[in-house]
Every structure is written in C-alpha cells, then in structure tokens.
C-alpha cells in the first residue's frame, strides 16, 4: 500500500541525514538494509 512506501522512503530519508559519516555506498546500503530488514 501507499502507506508501506511512503514509511520505507521516510526511514530512508533518515538513513541518509545520518549519512555523512560513510565511507562509501556500501556502507549506507548495508545501513538501509539492517534497519529495515527483509522488506
């Protein structure tokens, strides 16, 4: 649903105002995905 999305992308947005401190994509993909799990 809309509602689904819209949580995922917010929680990104988070991530990524944290963000500045990475390295490299990796490390803020490995971020997203042990945050959000198994989506």
């Known amino acids: 649903t809309q509602g689904f999305v819209e949580g995922t992308n ?3 947005r988070g991530i990524i105002n ?4 990475f390295r ?3 490390n ?5 995905l042990t945050e ?4």
Do not use: S
């Open 10 to 12: 917010r929680a990104i």
């Open 18 to 21: 944290r963000a500045f401190g």
């Open 24 to 26: 490299d994509f990796a």
């Open 28 to 32: 803020f993909r490995w971020q997203v």
């Open 36 to 39: 959000l799990g198994d989506t």
